[in-house]
T-cell receptor, first 113, second 112 residues
Framework: DAGVIQSPRHEVTEMGQEVTLRCKPI?????LFWYRQTMMRGLELLIY????????DSGMPEDRFSAKMPNASFSTLKIQPSEPRDSAVYFCASSFGGNSPLHFGNGTRLTVT | GQQLNQSPQSMFIQEGEDVSMNCTSSSIFNTWLWYKQDPGEGPVLLIA?????ELTSNGRLTAQFGITRKDSFLNISASIPSDVGIYFC????????????FGKGTLLTVNP
């Protein structure tokens, strides 16, 4: 079974550049989540979607961050312009919704220099 | 927001020893999940708990949903080197907003 697929696995970019992270959830899952993981703050929920609709984006750090889910099989997280403090591992996860367990992708390690 | 206090932060044990870690919260959770994360990978679900008092096993792993619904523990018996990793507790607090809150993790090191 294909799990949650994220791309790219690694991204190195310069400050000020636009970064787009991509995610393909598990087929049949109707909820999709974007998390950020850092040593200092652990796993933080940025935004989640239910049936392609953003439900809670209160974790999005600031206006430089945006997320879209144009259809049930694809989502993007965009950072524009990127800053060094955005360096982290970004995870996408999906689930059947409600309190069903989340299944995570292997993340995108973002480094902004 | 919701917070989960996970302890210990790290553990160094010898192969064959048993391990116990736990999570507590000041508020009630209606679902507890335990995940393991290996380096360079995403968290992988180990055990899911849905009812207060529930005790569930997955091989050498056993987890319990506390009666007060404010805590959960994970035990690993007869540890082996591949148990090394970061273990996270996570919980859903219910209501209409299904946000999964994570603990800060327990880093487990197993010495062969």
């Amino acid at each position: 079974d294909a799990g949650v697929i994220q791309s790219p696995r690694h991204e190195v970019t310069e400050m000020g550049q636009e970064v787009t992270l991509r995610c393909k959830p598990i087929s049949g899952h109707n909820s999709l989540f974007w998390y950020r993981q850092t040593m200092m703050r652990g796993l933080e929920l940025l935004i989640y979607f239910n049936n392609n609709v953003p439900i809670d984006d209160s974790g999005m750090p600031e206006d430089r961050f945006s997320a879209k889910m144009p259809n049930a099989s694809f989502s993007t997280l965009k950072i524009q312009p990127s800053e060094p403090r955005d360096s982290a591992v970004y995870f996408c996860a999906s689930s059947f919704g409600g309190n069903s367990p989340l299944h995570f992708g292997n993340g995108t390690r973002l480094t902004v220099t | 927001g919701q917070q989960l206090n996970q302890s210990p932060q790290s553990m160094f044990i010898q192969e064959g020893e048993d391990v116990s870690m736990n999570c507590t919260s000041s508020s009630i959770f209606n679902t507890w999940l335990w995940y393991k994360q290996d380096p360079g990978e995403g968290p992988v679900l180990l055990i899911a708990l849905y009812k207060a008092g529930e005790l569930t096993s997955n091989g050498r792993l056993t987890a319990q949903f506390g009666i007060t619904r404010k805590d959960s523990f994970l035990n690993i018996s007869a540890s082996i080197p591949s148990d090394v990793g970061i273990y996270f507790c996570a919980g859903f607090s219910g209501g209409s907003n299904y946000k999964l809150t994570f603990g800060k993790g327990t880093l487990l090191t197993v010495n062969p």
